[in-house]
């Protein structure tokens, strides 16, 4: 509740309207303050139930580290045929791309918003030890179903999706972003594949909010 003085005359509220301003107030401090503690429960949730999937993969899926660095390969030769430096392959959030990569898997779908409902900041939140860590983000995630082994070549193929997709490709080529943090899945001849392109952020440098994601 703002209060304020107009031209030259104080404009004073009755003892009862200032009181219920005053409760108003109160209560909103409250809710931010619920809200904020509610944000950091759902944060952690997020991360223990992320946590409960990598330990538990099902019996007919596994985690493919060698097609991860095959689309960091992919990735960085793309990058150097248009001028961009490469990326620095990172195991900071390579969790949080292999949780969201097995999430995809397991329901059945494809995009930035976990099943449990937390979009992509949130998700981020959840592995980072401070919100302003890292300020320049980005996600890119895909599947490839087509027949076929679960080989380079198909990991190869989901990442021309990327190539192929105008706003991916724009994400794949910014030249803010120096990390990458992979994940893939594999289910049967399926796979699922998470890349999360990140900066460091600038010393002495504070900026809200995240990069696009596609």
Known sequence: MVYFT????????PGAITTLCKHSLIWVVASVFLLGSTLGTQAKTYLETAQGLLRNLPADSRIREDLEAEIVAQANAYRRSKGAERLQAS?????????????????????????????????????????????????????????????????????????????HRKTLLNRGYKFVSTGVVQQGNKIWAVQIFFAPLPEGLKVLGSGGLY
């Open 91 to 167: 195991p900071l959030l390579r969790d949080a791309a292999r949780a969201q990569a097995l999430d995809m898997m397991l329901n059945g779908y494809v995009g930035h918003r976990a099943s449990t409902g937390h979009g992509f900041d949130s998700r981020m939140r959840a592995f980072l030890k401070s919100p302003m860590q890292l300020p320049q983000m980005a996600e890119n995630a895909a599947r490839d179903t087509q027949k076929g082994e679960a080989d380079a070549a198909k990991a190869r193929r989901l990442f021309q999706q990327w190539v192929e997709s105008r706003p």
């Open 6 to 13: 107009r031209k030259a005359g104080k404009f004073r509220l």
